[in-house]
């Protein structure tokens, strides 16, 4: 048998395996709200070809490929446990298997390693969450998109309505199209129908009740049987509390803002200050998509070398405030043609910095440039640390941090030398420490971190509405703790 016949019979084997694998994460999420991830990448609702190659990136966290035939053992051992609502990553229960010496079977040490979520242990199931968008735009139809995919077991959070203002003919069939294409995000992972006559849009089974409003006043909730939401406002027109506290309606219990909020309004990065939220806060933000990117890795860089001063530049894509072209605008250079010219403009997300890591005593600044590409934006962290380091110990302990700490949800780590910025449309991480890029020179560092500022953001958004709203579920194996 020639190598070519070798390689092609392995790539059969695995296919075969990634194969059998759907049917099981499927049955777990549908039946017992239970999230199989691979080193932080959900697996649920992927195709064959998307798990094999999430089981290859692996080679560029963790220095080694993963196969299926590694993980699919565990992935069965799940089946026979009692599990509850919880999120198993099998790429970390593989990885720790590897370097456990007790001579435990499979199913022994997974059973162990995810008692917590077993048996007595078991994560209490939510009876479900309502949820509300106000505002369908750009980041309101990706946050729509992930809480149906994440409806499981319909015990979780449920996206019972959209509030929009009034387009005109043929309004509901526009704003289901919008949510079934998208140019940048691909189609649709499922199907969609409107019902005109009860004004619904209905994907995968989800029935989206579309209410028109022109102010938050207009509307009772609890006409429609909601009860208890948290509305996610995507418009960003009230960004202060007095402002927000308008949606406190009947019906609706908190709201959260996808943009910076002002005043004492507490900004939110999950993953760092997201325990920061008192029970009874009704009115939070998840501050930008920069601050977003920036800050899970400004607090792994301080946990471990300290950090005295730092600068951060963004490269971001434009965006829908911008013009398409030469037009007035309220800013002075966003008015410029968006598609065809580099645009200096400001970015909050440095001065933001100081809410989300209030313990971070550094200055940081910041500032931003506009460029013509219309998803996916970079980071350049530049920083003072506390002490001397090396390349190799920045980049081991970045690798470490988006591999097994609490932040690997919020930071991913790539290694390719010929990666661009098209290559992180999609990505779920708020951050990607790019390698390649990263620069050290004694108490200097240079961080290149890229991100997804529309899907990656929205993950963070739902990421906040879950812990908030309580159907947050633990994860297995337990990070460990920041190293």
């Avoid at 017992?32 to 998307?50: A, I, P, Q, T």
Wanted: a negative charge; charged letters at 25%.
């Amino acid at each position: 048998m020639t190598v070519n016949d070798d390689s092609f019979t392995n790539w059969n084997t695995r296919e075969e395996t990634a194969e059998s694998m759907i049917p099981i994460i499927g049955k777990l999420h549908r039946e017992r709200d239970v999230n199989v991830l691979l080193h932080s990448r959900s697996l649920v609702n992927k195709s064959v070809v998307s798990i094999l190659k999430t089981h290859r990136f692996a080679r560029q966290i963790a220095g080694e490929e993963l196969s299926v035939i590694e993980t699919m053992p565990f992935l069965q051992a799940l089946t026979s446990l009692d599990l509850g609502p919880s999120q198993i990553d099998i790429g970390m229960l593989a990885a720790t298997y590897k370097t456990d010496e007790r001579g435990l079977s499979v199913e022994e040490f997974t059973a162990e390693a995810v008692a917590g979520a077993t048996g007595a242990n078991k994560a209490e199931r939510s009876s479900g969450r309502d949820v509300v968008l106000y505002g369908f735009g750009r980041i309101g139809r990706l946050v729509a998109r992930l809480l149906i995919e994440k409806a499981g077991s319909g015990k979780g959070l449920r996206l019972r309505a959209i509030v929009v203002r009034g387009g005109g003919e043929q309004d509901l069939v526009k704003r289901a199209s919008l949510l079934r294409r998208d140019s940048i995000h691909g189609q649709f992972q499922g199907s969609i129908t409107v019902d005109e006559a009860n004004s619904t849009i209905v994907a995968n089974g989800n029935a989206i009740k579309v209410i028109y409003a022109n102010d938050p006043s207009e509307v009772d909730y609890t006409a429609y049987g909601i009860k208890d939401a948290i509305l996610i406002d995507n418009t960003g027109k009230w960004r202060d509390r007095e402002g927000l506290s308008k949606h406190l309606r009947p019906g609706i219990d908190k709201v959260v803002l996808t943009a910076p909020g002002k005043g004492d309004v507490p900004n939110i990065v999950h993953g760092v200050n997201h325990d920061m939220i008192k029970p009874d806060e009704q009115v939070i933000s998840c501050a930008s998509c920069t601050t977003n990117a920036i800050v899970p890795p400004l607090k792994a860089m301080d946990d471990e070398f300290g950090v005295l001063r730092g600068h951060v530049e963004t490269v971001h894509s434009f965006t829908n405030d911008q013009n398409l072209l030469d037009n007035y605008h309220k800013a002075d250079r966003r008015g410029r043609s968006a598609p065809l010219n580099m645009v200096i403009t400001e970015t909050g997300a440095a001065s933001a910095v100081a809410k989300a890591l209030p313990d971070l005593k550094a200055p940081i600044t910041g500032s931003s440039i506009r460029v013509p590409v219309p998803d996916v934006s970079i980071a350049i962290l530049s920083l003072r640390l506390g002490r001397e380091t090396s390349r190799e110990e920045v980049l081991d302990h970045l690798r470490q941090i988006s591999l097994t700490s609490p932040l690997k949800r919020q930071i991913d780590f790539t290694d390719s030398p010929d990666a661009v910025s098209s290559d992180f449309i999609g990505s779920r991480h708020s951050s990607i420490v790019d390698a390649g890029a990263t620069k050290v020179d004694g108490d200097n560092a240079i961080l290149y971190l890229w991100y997804d500022n529309e899907f990656g953001y929205s993950c963070q958004v739902i990421r906040v509405v879950q812990h908030v709203s309580g159907v947050e579920y633990p994860t297995f194996p337990v990070p460990l703790a920041t190293v």
